[in-house]
């Protein structure tokens, strides 16, 4: 596992302590994937509801609230497969 993606889930853990109330999974380009759902948050590649892709800056960027998560997907440095309203869902958790 990448030390972005080792760094990446104690950061949404410690925003999300109690997991999330869906499936979610983030893509992290050239480094690797996290799964958020009701068990927590974990390095992972499993189906989920929603699936996020974006390069790590910009994931670092939503991490720490220099990126709006909406913003990015409308200017398509985010994109996203799956239920759209558990991504809003998600975004509103990490805000």
């Known amino acids: 596992m ?8 104690a950061a949404l853990s410690a925003k999300m302590p109690d997991g999330f109330d869906g499936s979610a ?3 992290i ?3 690797g994937a996290i799964m958020l759902d009701h068990s927590g948050v974990r390095a992972g590649d499993d189906a989920a509801e929603v699936t ?3 390069t790590r800056d910009v994931f670092e960027g939503i991490l720490n609230g220099d990126v709006n998560p909406t ?6 440095k985010l994109s996203v497969d799956g239920s759209m309203g558990m ?3 998600l975004g509103a958790a990490l805000g």
């Open 25 to 27: 999974k983030f893509v």
């Open 52 to 54: 996020m892709t974006a």
């Open 2 to 9: 990448s030390e972005v993606i080792t760094k990446a889930v």
């Open 71 to 76: 913003s990015a997907f409308m200017q398509g």
């Open 29 to 31: 380009e050239g480094e």
């Open 87 to 89: 991504a809003m869902k």
